[in-house]
């Protein structure tokens, strides 16, 4: 069964402090990994796509990261601007128009 | 713009009563779908349409119906058999070759 899961549920940073929030899945032949930035009361705005291991993409203070069965987007010198839920996302390849969503991680930075 | 646009933006129902979803949009894109969103949790697919005059059942489709009559339309219909409707609805939508969903900014379902 494919299946997504991100870690960890909620992440409370002091402004600077840099961290990794986690996506692990599990899917038959990935065919894209996204990172989609969601603030409350809002649709989720796209950040990254990525297609296969080993891949890196960067916007400003983030980086996105993908191994053969995870993804990581890290976090660098963040401000409270960045607070917001974070949405992991994976299309398998048998179903080629399904994307598969993980719970998000709450991000809070404080100043 | 581009993009995709739902409305209302808050909807109340009653017990009993079926209520319509919109979204509409003007990215000349062929999938669109819907998500349902509930605290703590991931989007969940309620359906999706690859085409016009065909879509599919996603993960939770009882309660719910739609329709694609038009490539840039794709109305959900909230019945009174969906036992807990409240919830927050997603609309998006995707090229032919999926390469990201766009989303709409979402519309919050309360029963009253």
């Known amino acids: 069964e494919d299946q997504v899961t991100q870690s960890p549920e909620a992440l409370r940073l002091q402004e600077g402090e840099s961290s990794s929030l986690n996506c692990s899945y599990t899917v038959s032949g990935l065919r894209g990994l996204f990172w989609y930035r969601q603030d409350p009361g809002k649709g989720p705005e796209f950040l990254f796509t990525l297609y296969s291991a080993g891949e890196e993409k960067e916007k400003e203070r983030l980086k996105a990261t993908l191994t053969k069965k995870e993804s990581f987007l890290h976090i660098t010198a963040p401000k409270p601007e960045d607070s917001a839920t974070y949405l992991c996302a994976v299309q398998a390849g048998g179903n080629f128009n399904k994307f598969y969503f993980g719970s998000g991680t709450k991000l809070n930075v404080k100043p | 713009d581009g993009g995709i646009t739902q409305s209302p933006k808050y909807l109340f129902r009653k017990e009993g009563q079926n209520v319509t979803l919109s979204c509409e949009q003007n990215?000349?894109?062929?999938?669109m779908y819907w998500y349902r969103q509930d605290p703590g949790q991931g989007l969940r697919l309620i359906y999706y349409?690859?085409?016009?005059?065909?879509?599919q059942k996603g993960d939770i489709a009882e309660g719910y119906s739609v329709s694609r009559e038009k490539k840039e339309s794709f109305p959900l219909t909230v019945t009174s058999a969906q036992k807990n409707p409240t919830a927050f609805y997603l609309c998006?939508?995707?090229?032919?070759?999926?390469?990201?969903?766009?989303f709409g900014q979402g519309t919050r379902l309360t029963v009253v």
């Open positions: 990215l000349n894109h062929d999938a």
């Open positions: 998006a939508s995707s090229p032919r070759e999926a390469l990201r969903a766009f």
């Open positions: 349409s690859q085409i016009v005059n065909d879509f």
